[in-house]
């Protein structure tokens, strides 16, 4: 769906300790040790800094370790910065991308140094929604063209008198700032600064049951505690968003692609073609997601309870 298209590049990842959080130093410049390794028993994931993101990649090197007896870096990299360190063999594969068409265009098709590795399973989308309790007591706000209803009650100390459309991280790849202005909205974008703060503000907004506009993404495992129902944008069509000054529509659906570096899909035996089969449902992103960002439990543990508990899921990643 390009959710995180054409913008430039999401926050790094601070520490895999702040798993819903961005906004962290850049660190594209950071390489592994082990990435492109000749004969080496060694694999290199980037890491992005969205848990679900977080959550394939401590499955994938769970299964890795532990199944193929490969040792793991992780690579905390932006999100278009992730492409140029895979072309440059400083890390071996993404395991979450959302769109990125210049970059795909570029290494994939015209350079050859990246490979597709296949869809992940989960089918991504970006959306502006509001409290489902919000919206079962005012069910017209669901559609974009009573949004100015409601402008009063979205009211913030940060949005200069107009409602506020709460966004995360600046650097997320969001339209929202041209849907607002292209669709006359009453509105002003104001960003939290991180995925992290972005959910502690909507968990405060739920706890006191205040109504609330936000720009949002699934699968993301906080709809299982702050339920929230999507608000309806103009339809989106094919090339609606080609200008992002003039985008006035809806964010499409995007399966969601893994991508490995040409010469690891090429020579990266097992693990190569462990990362390729790699691939499991929104469901069981969320579980993982759930423990690693609700539960507080380590990557690796919520990655080996999942694994203990999903064998026949994983087990046909290895055949």
Known sequence: MRIRTRMCATAAVASLLLLT???????????????????????????????????????????????????????????????????????????????????????????????????????????????????KQHPDVTSWKNLDKYADLMRTAESGGKGQLMDGSPSYVTNDKALVSNLDLDYQVVFAGSEAAQITQIKQFAKEKKPFLTYWYAPQWLFEKVPMTEVKLPAYKEGCDADPAKVACAYPHTPLEKYLNSDFARSGGSAAAFLKKFKWTTEDQNEVSLMIADQKLSPEEAARKWVEGHRSTWRAWLS
């Not at 040790?33 to 769970?62: D, E, I, M, R």
């Not at 299964?63 to 071996?92: I, K, M, N």
């Not at 994939?108 to 089918?123: A, H, N, P, Q």
């Open 21 to 135: 959080g961005c906004g962290a130093a850049d660190m594209t410049q950071q390489s592994s040790p082990f990435a492109h390794a000749q004969g080496a028993k060694t694999v290199t994931l980037s890491v992005q800094s969205w848990v679900g993101a977080q959550a394939n990649v401590a499955v994938a090197q769970y299964l890795l370790e532990h199944e193929l007896g490969y040792r793991v870096d992780t690579v905390q990299v932006d999100e278009v910065p992730a492409w140029d360190a895979l072309s440059q063999g400083r890390v071996d594969a993404i395991l979450e991308d959302w769109g990125h068409p210049e970059q795909e265009q570029r290494y994939v098709d015209d350079k050859k140094t990246i490979t597709r590795g296949g869809e992940l399973g989960v089918t991504g989308h970006i959306g502006w929604y509001v409290p489902t309790y919000f919206a």
